[in-house]
């Protein structure tokens, strides 16, 4: 019984430390559009470097979700390998050290571009609009520098 006890605790544990692990966002600009054609290569290249990297693409702007201990030129290096544009490290709105927010939008891919694409779109936009405080040079008059 001991035994068994200690075992899930340890599970426990190591369940929590894993859940509570802490996430930089990156922001980079890009020199072209980038379309629906463009997620899967940078997606694939931020999930060599942390396989819990998420990514978000706004026109030009690409939004990443990685580890702390990535190193940010590393991840510069690897989303200009996908072949998708030369990007460029912009500043954030996001502390480096803030979690991640686990609700954050996921794309499927159902094998559907378009469709997925657009369901992604509309679940972005929705969290956007649920979160505005993580998004205060959109919601305000002044774009102050962070």
Not at 13 to 19: E, G, M, Q, R
Not at 119 to 140: I, V
Request: net charge negative.
């Amino acid at each position: 019984m001991k035994r068994r006890s200690l075992l899930l605790l340890t599970f426990l544990i190591a369940l929590s430390t894993t859940a509570q692990r802490f996430h930089r966002i990156h922001f980079f600009e890009c020199t072209t559009d980038l379309g629906a054609s463009a997620f899967k290569p940078l997606f694939e290249q931020v999930q060599q470097l942390d396989p819990n990297g998420r990514i978000s693409i706004e026109g030009r702007r690409l939004k990443v979700a990685v580890d702390r201990s990535v190193d940010p030129d590393a991840l510069l290096g690897a989303v200009n390998h996908a072949g998708a544009g030369t990007f460029t490290a912009q500043p954030g709105t996001w502390k480096s050290d803030t979690e991640a927010p686990a609700d954050l939008p996921v794309f499927h891919d159902t094998g559907n571009p378009e469709a997925d694409r657009a369901a992604y779109d509309a679940a972005k936009a929705a969290w956007r609009n649920a979160h505005p405080e993580l998004f205060p040079e959109e919601h305000s008059t002044t774009h102050e520098q962070r």
